[in-house]
C-alpha cells in the first residue's frame, strides 16, 4: 500500500501548490509511481501541469458526489509515473453543500482508497482553509507535509494544523503524522528565517525541519508556462532543493 501524503497549511500564499507539484514531479523522477489529487477549488494544481478542466471532464467533484471512480478521472502528465486527478470550481459547491455532513467528512478516504494499491504515493494538494475538503484530505492521509514562509504569523497555522491532527485522530480514529515542516521562500541570510526555524525545532524536534526551499523566481514562473521547475529550469535552486525534499521523504518511514 502507497502513502497518502496531505500538502496542508491553511495560509495562503505558503507555496503548498508549488511544493505539491514538485514534490509529486520530484519522487516520479525517482522512479516512483506517484498521484497527484488537487482537492483545491482554485484548481491550481492542474493550471500548473499544463491541464485545464473543461465542460463534460470529469474530476474530483464526480468522484465524490456522482459515483464515478477516480480511475476515470485520472489524468497523464509528462512522465509516465506522473498522473493527476484534477480538482475545479465545482468542489466549492461541494464544501457549501456538505459542510454539515459528517459522512461527507470520510467520503475522500473511502474513495481514494483503491489507488494505494496502484500509487506508491499519493499526494493531496490542499485548499488554503481549514474547510470541509482540508479536513476531508487529512482524514484521507497517512502523514501530512505543512508548507510554510519562515515569519511570525505563519506560526500561528502550523499551531492550528497541529491541533486539528490532534481532533481528527480523537473524532475519527484516524491517526495522520506530521511528517514535517518545509520551510518556503526560505532565505539562508535572513535573521528571522533562521529564528522561526530554530522555533519550530525547539517546539517539534530537530527532524521536524525538512530541507527548506530557497526563494527562487524559476519556482514563480514555472508554472504559467504550465511546468514544473524540472521542465522549466532542471539546474535550478528549486529543482535540487525539491530532490532533496524528496529523498528525505523517501526516507522517513
Do not use: W
Not at 59 to 73: A, M, Q, S, Y
Not at 143 to 168: C, K, Y
Not at 222 to 239: L, V
Amino acid at each position: 500500500m502507497g502513502r497518502t501524503i496531505a500538502i496542508g497549511n491553511r495560509k495562503g500564499g505558503s507555496g503548498k501548490t508549488t511544493t505539491s507539484v514538485n514534490l509529486a514531479a520530484a519522487l516520479a523522477h525517482k522512479g516512483r509511481k506517484v498521484l497527484l489529487v488537487d482537492a483545491d477549488a482554485q484548481g491550481h494544481s492542474a493550471l500548473s501541469l499544463g491541464s485545464t478542466v473543461t465542460p463534460g471532464q470529469k474530476t474530483l467533484f464526480d468522484v465524490l458526489v456522482n459515483g464515478v471512480e477516480p480511475e476515470e478521472t485520472v489524468r497523464s502528465t509528462y512522465l509516465s509515473t506522473f498522473h493527476l486527478i484534477p480538482g475545479g470550481s465545482r468542489l466549492a459547491t461541494y464544501e457549501r453543500d456538505h459542510a454539515t455532513d459528517p459522512s461527507a467528512r470520510l467520503r475522500l478516504a473511502e474513495r481514494l482508497d483503491s489507488m494505494r494499491e496502484r500509487y506508491d504515493y499519493v499526494l493531496i494538494d490542499t485548499p488554503p482553509t481549514l474547510g470541509l475538503m482540508t479536513i476531508c484530505s487529512l482524514i484521507a492521509s497517512t502523514d501530512v507535509l505543512v508548507p510554510m514562509q519562515a515569519h511570525f504569523l505563519a506560526m500561528e497555522g502550523l499551531a492550528e494544523t497541529i491541533r486539528v491532527l490532534g481532533g481528527i485522530e480523537k473524532y475519527y480514529h484516524s491517526a495522520v503524522r506530521l511528517l514535517g515542516v518545509i520551510p518556503t521562500f526560505y532565505q539562508a541570510n535572513a535573521r528571522l528565517s533562521r529564528a522561526i526555524i530554530g522555533q519550530i525545532r525547539d517546539r517539534l524536534g530537530e527532524s521536524a525541519v525538512l530541507h527548506p526551499i530557497r526563494t527562487n523566481i524559476a519556482l514563480a514562473e514555472a508554472p504559467s508556462h504550465g511546468m514544473t521547475i524540472f521542465q522549466y529550469q532542471p539546474r535550478s535552486n528549486g529543482a535540487y532543493d525539491y530532490l532533496h525534499l524528496a529523498n528525505q521523504v523517501e526516507n522517513l518511514s
